[in-house]
């Protein structure tokens, strides 16, 4: 079935983008994943990924056009299927909302939107709402709070279901993958439904309320955003009094409520992440579930799913023959329910951030081709020039500082290293912003040191000190880690003396630091002397840097360090 792309929330200030580039047509094939455009937020430029398989039937704006949050963009699906009714009923966007409320005489009959709403007399079929009915209520989507944002975890409601709410006020708390944040509310209304409860996890533009004028439609609404048709529409309860749809128990609009998939004779509806999950393990979605909007397969049907139950829950084809042999169960589950317990273990369930970081630097390594170069740096006359900065520097300057700085200038002289892979190009940046990675209790967070290059090393010092406690304290905010061009990892702080560290996409390349060792070495006479040596580890990508050109970077490093007054001038 053909799915709809929203504009997402790409930042927590964004209430439009501007589309920057297209980077698929009408009638390319697109994979769960791929990026098919770049969006220019108030904040940065970012790319935008498909959440679905198929084909890019219709794009419905402009390269250099702006769309409001959750307005339409273009829609995905089968090659020929029609999509226009998609269209037609696609005008419950925030601020398709605004304008049908502020002029509702202006709104015209959509027949091809037609919609049947539910009765309150049970024995009687629901009848069909007016093809121009209008729902003063709009969808609170799950916003995309970071470019590598793919859901995230309601922490806690702030409101609850009947709570009068305004623009700005906080809904919730939600766990990214590198921050808790604030859910603010974007329309005046009352909170009218409630789609997920705390701790539970949902996609990226996924919903998870309802805002608008009491009495509304609620299940209307929901469904119609689903891209339900007036069938299964007409089997919503809106009074609770009523037969619920033949898969769903009687009496309750519990969002909690499974309802079976494969009992409905419907299409599969699924979250993407719940189908490219229910791909990865192997599950046949039609034996799972779902506990979403009206039977909506959600991520959690796919974690919680176990083959034994289903096999019993399940129709099959033959069921004399599964009343009497063993319900299947997967190989991995055997091991585990034979091997007897050997010793105390913890099983710790997978933060948002390690998710991402997983997911991340295993795409990272396993589809970018890295290659590494290791260089040697005499630190004898940085260390000696250190003291002497921070007599006079307002915050006090670290070696690794100096990295970034030595960095930062060399990717100026280097600009090809200053570049990223985006599949069918090499884009090449015109300014220098550096990531340092940033151990937390949780994984790894890299804030951006923005235009490095024109930055003091005191100015330096004192944004990463600033930017390594707002990650402690979990307060960065997405133009806090957005934009890296370039990235640094430093483990000399521990100890080590040398590693290999995984490129942070889309950068092309990190540079892994060790620490400061102080080595015999030895004049051309013999005689030997005391030299402070510190290794760093080139990782990069093979696609946009050559194994010439990396060395030539790390030799620029190596120069500006071990010169650093050639830095300050």
Known sequence: MAEVIRMPKMSDTMEEGVIAEWHKKVGDKIKSGEIIAEVETDKATMDLESYYDGTLLYIGVNKGDAVPIDGIMAVVGSEGEDYKSLLEGGSTNGAANAEASAEPAKEEAKPAAAIETATPEPAKKAAPAAPVEKINAVVVRMPKMSDTMEEGTLVGWQKKVGDKVKSGDILAEVETDKATMELEAYEDGTLLYIGIKDGESVPVDGIIAVIGEEGANVEALLARENGEGGAEVENIDATDEGKAAPAAESGSNDVDKTVSVADSGDRIKASPLAKRLADEKGIDLSQVGGSGDNGRIVKRDVDEFKPAAAATAAKTEAPAQAASAPAPVAKSEQSAASAPANGDFTDSPISQMRKTIARRLSDSLFTAPHFYVTMEINMDKAMALRPQLNEVSPAKISFNDMVIKACAVALKQHPAVNSAWLGDKIRR???????????????????????????????ISGEVKDLAGKAKDKKLQPKDWEGNTFSISNLGMFGVDEFTAIINPPDSCILAIGAIKKVAAFKEDGTVYPQNIMKVTLSADHRVVDGALGAQFLLTVKKLLEEPMSMLV
């Not at 940046?429 to 930055?455: F, H, Q, S, T």
């Open 429 to 459: 940046y015109n300014y220098v912003n550096i990531g340092v990675a940033v151990a937390v209790d949780e994984g790894l967070l890299v804030p951006v040191i923005r235009d490095a290059d024109k930055k003091t090393l005191s100015t």
